[in-house]
């Protein structure tokens, strides 16, 4: 699966570095580059990367200062000629960082490391995409990649799947602590949706599988953000 990456940084010659080193992998597509942190901020709100190359020391806002702005910053390789920032920058959760003049060989290790966290990443959603439940007294395995949304009902959750609806018994926020926030979102006080399973949406409402959803006022703004984020 190709990866797409940034470049942020404020020197030229880092840039000619670094989008040679990008063309020689093919699973990289290098999707935008940066000359300060403002254009990578606004970017960033607009567009989904799964790498950045960010340099520390820049004009208006730093390497580090990006980072804190963001909620959720994409996994961050640091690229700078001051090894001073290494400890810090690691509280910063930075997937790794490269010192000025970066050399080939070392960049080539990154990438290793880069891509074999993913495959780790889909390991660990594999082994999470069985959720227990509790139906007519009894626990069952339930495949989340199966569910559509999830709707309160009393005591219980109607869960929704293209096959058949099941009753739990659990409240609708131990169903959401089950489920990867990654595929699944709050959007009323009494329903949970699978995002990916959202066939068009308005102001007030989502469609799933031709049922109408409700959204909440008070989650409105982040599934609008949300639902822009993924059709980029």
């Given at each position: 699966?190709?990866?797409?990456?940034?470049?942020?940084?404020?020197?030229?010659?880092?840039?000619?570095?670094?989008?040679?080193?990008?063309?020689?992998?093919?699973?990289?597509?290098?999707?935008?580059?940066?000359?300060?942190?403002?254009?990578?901020?606004n970017y960033l709100r607009s567009n989904a990367v799964d790498l950045m190359f960010l340099d520390i020391d820049m004009p208006e806002i730093t390497g580090l200062e990006l980072l804190q702005t963001l909620n959720e910053p994409p996994?961050?390789?640091?690229?700078?000629?001051?090894?001073?920032?290494?400890?810090?920058?690691?509280?910063?959760?930075?997937?790794?960082?490269?010192?000025?003049?970066?050399?080939?060989?070392r960049f080539l290790k990154s990438m290793e490391r880069f891509f074999s966290s993913y495959a780790t990443d889909e390991k660990t959603e594999m082994a999470n995409s069985i959720i227990a439940v509790k139906i007519d007294g009894f626990m069952h395995d339930l495949n989340v990649n199966d569910i559509l949304f999830a709707q309160?009902?009393?005591?219980?959750?109607?869960?929704?799947?293209?096959?058949?609806?099941?009753?739990?018994?659990?409240?609708?926020?131990?169903?959401?602590?089950?489920?990867?926030?990654?595929?699944?979102?709050?959007?009323?006080?009494?329903?949970?949706?699978?995002?990916?399973?959202i066939k068009d949406w308005e102001r007030n409402t989502v469609v799933i599988n031709n049922e109408k959803i409700p959204v909440g006022i008070?989650?409105?703004?982040?599934?609008?953000?949300?639902?822009k984020l993924n059709d980029n």
């Open positions: 699966m190709i990866r797409k990456c940034i470049i942020v940084d404020d020197e030229p010659a880092a840039h000619y570095v670094l989008v040679n080193y990008i063309s020689q992998n093919p699973q990289l597509e290098l999707v935008q580059q940066c000359y300060n942190g403002i254009e990578a901020l996994k961050t390789i640091l690229t700078t000629a001051y090894s001073e920032f290494a400890l810090e920058s690691y509280e910063f959760g930075v997937f790794d960082y490269l010192l000025k003049p970066i050399y080939f060989p309160s009902y009393g005591n219980y959750v109607k869960i929704f799947t293209q096959r058949k609806t099941y009753l739990a018994s659990m409240t609708t926020n131990e169903l959401e602590n089950s489920l990867s926030s990654k595929h699944f979102m709050r959007v009323h006080k009494s329903y949970i949706v699978a995002i990916d399973k008070t989650y409105r703004r982040a599934l609008t953000e949300r639902l």
